[in-house]
């Protein structure tokens, strides 16, 4: 009964309260499994990546198998640049629960740190061949597509990310990059201007719309 208080806490985004109930859970039943997988989780989307390793590493000893325990802990090594670490209990995880999406893409995401690239487009269509509408996928296999100098291939994910998510920033930024970076820069400032529609503080588009401005010649614009 208290851990579902605690759970329903943590989903009314009431963290603060959620992280006393969990922590009232741990000192009564210390290998209590699934509050030191919500509380690392917890501490994790807090930015507070070294508590949530602690937690959850807890969590894998009591429970070596638990795909849920063992991606938490990879999610928690990643954010701490930990890749090789992280790509690996990402794939413990996947050994038991092979259809684990955000495990599948955090290995993508690692594999594509750790320059092993064509593994990391492998894991990226694998989402993708699972579920055509995993937008983060497409945005971060255009990401390592752009990064390979494989442009028109990384627009088309841009696109494809940005037909599911219309409001993704990040990817309307990435599509402008590459455009900008083509034979027809001005195609690049629609894009630019959508991210900033759905972000006025996204600095990087705002520089990089002035930059493309200025390669026009349209100079006051850029100034602007």
Do not use: W
Not at 40 to 68: C, I, Q, T, W, Y
Not at 98 to 121: E, T
Not at 135 to 163: F, K
Not at 166 to 194: N, T
């Amino acid at each position: 009964m208290e851990f579902q208080q605690a759970l329903a806490l943590h989903r009314q985004g009431r963290t603060e309260e959620a992280a006393r109930a969990y922590e009232r859970i741990l000192q009564a039943e210390p290998a209590h499994l699934d509050a030191l997988i919500h509380l690392g989780s917890l501490r994790l989307g807090e930015g507070r990546a070294v508590p949530a390793e602690a937690l959850l590493r807890r969590a894998v000893a009591v429970s070596p198998a638990s795909p849920e325990a063992l991606g938490n802990l990879a999610a928690a090594l990643q954010a701490l640049g930990r890749h090789e670490e992280a790509a690996a209990h990402y794939e413990r995880a996947l050994s038991h629960k092979p259809g684990m999406a955000d495990a599948r893409f955090g290995l993508a995401a690692c594999l594509q740190a750790l320059g092993r690239h064509a593994a990391a487009i492998a894991c990226y269509e694998t989402i993708l061949a699972a579920d055509p509408g995993y937008a983060e996928a497409h945005y971060g296999l255009a990401t390592l597509l752009a990064q390979l100098g494989r442009s028109d291939e990384a627009a088309a994910q841009y696109r494809a990310a940005l037909a599911i998510d219309p409001d993704f920033a990040e990817a309307s930024y990435g599509l402008g990059m590459v455009l900008a970076r083509g034979a027809k820069p001005e195609d690049a400032i629609g894009a630019f201007l959508q991210a900033l529609d759905v972000d006025p503080d996204y600095s990087e588009a705002r520089l990089a719309l002035g930059t493309t401005l200025l390669r026009l010649q349209r100079d006051d614009e850029a100034m602007t």
